[in-house]
């Protein structure tokens, strides 16, 4: 498991029970118990792949003796790549990770996501309670399912700092950001990523034009080229679905989920002080529906925290999964 090396992980590619083909890594410890052996379920972002968990599957399995399952997300990698947004609401990923969780023969799981993962995994909390042991969430703060209907647009009037999204929402985007992948994939994937002024609406399209870009990004020129390869090959229709569902997934959760996650659930919740997508505010808010929540600020970081400071990442949901796994003993 050489995060340098993405052959040297252990590769599958399955066809699930919601008709959907996956690519995912799944990565079995020595002396792996389907009962006993904790499994973490790694959800990856936007634009991302299986491969941004690179850094921590390794001490995961290899120290803590974990099993660590880390699908391409649908639209992304090896995944099948529907056209159509309706494909991409939390729901219907959420029946994919639950019918992926049935593939492997593991009935619950440690559910880890990081940005649209982030969002994907409170939602699969949610949509499938049965089946999650715990959660460790990066970077997006929990939202409740809400009850009147906002449109992208009017959800950025009020959060500002999401006016990225009406940029990616818009089908037009997606050829644009084609045409310039690399100075995307630099600009989102740099240490220009936690400026704020990048989020505002209209930004991202306007530097991409300009060519104004950093090339300070915290990519090696081999993992850059592994993003571009992969993303050059699946083009991006089915990463820029996940901002095209606003109104698919109001209409499948009005009326239908809890405000809440259960209260006997388990949530550590991490992210960067310099997120440009992440307030103090937002995180603060979190308690009101997760009555036990854990929270871990990681200061002059920002979104990527997988690379930035995978240490911290691994070793905090390490240190959670323990616990979480410790109490759970105790009380049998």
Not at 92 to 99: G, Q, R, V
Not at 179 to 198: E, K, V, Y
Not at 206 to 214: F, I, Q, Y
């Amino acid at each position: 498991m050489n995060p340098s090396d993405p052959s040297s992980f252990n590769h599958r590619t399955e066809r699930l029970s919601t008709g959907n083909t996956y690519h995912f890594v799944d990565q079995i410890p020595e002396g792996y118990d389907v009962v006993k052996t904790p499994t973490l379920l790694c959800v990856h972002g936007f634009p991302d792949l299986w491969y941004g968990w690179r850094h921590v599957i390794a001490p995961w399995v290899s120290k803590c003796r974990w099993r660590v399952v880390v699908p391409d997300m649908l639209g992304y990698g090896g995944t099948d790549k529907p056209s159509d947004p309706k494909h991409y609401s939390t729901r219907a990923l959420s029946a994919d990770l639950a019918a992926l969780l049935d593939l492997i023969g593991v009935r619950k799981a440690v559910v880890a996501g990081h940005d649209w993962g982030a969002a994907t995994a409170w939602r699969f909390a949610l949509w499938h309670p049965d089946r999650v042991h715990a959660l460790a969430v990066l970077s997006i703060p929990f939202t409740p399912p809400r009850q009147d209907y906002l449109s992208l647009e009017q959800i950025v009037q009020r959060l500002p700092i999401y006016g990225y999204q009406l940029y990616f929402g818009d089908p037009a985007s997606t050829k644009e950001i084609e045409a310039n992948l690399p100075a995307f994939f630099r600009l989102i994937h740099s240490w220009m990523s936690i400026d704020r002024n990048i989020t505002q609406r209209g930004k991202i399209s306007e530097v991409l034009k300009s060519g104004a870009l950093s090339a300070d990004t915290y990519l090696s020129d081999k993992e850059f080229q592994y993003y571009i390869h992969n993303f050059k090959t699946g083009g991006m229709t089915g990463p820029l679905n996940y901002y095209r569902t606003t109104k698919h997934r109001f209409d499948e959760e009005v009326g239908t989920l809890p405000v809440s996650l259960p209260k006997s659930l388990p949530v550590l919740f991490l992210w960067g002080d310099k997120d440009a997508v992440c307030s103090p505010s937002q995180v603060g808010r979190m308690k009101e529906y997760i009555p036990s929540l854990r929270v871990v600020q990681v200061f002059e970081k920002g979104h990527w925290l997988m690379a930035q400071c995978p240490d911290v990442v691994a070793s905090s949901i390490a240190e959670f999964v323990r616990s979480v796994t410790e109490k759970a003993q105790a009380k049998l």
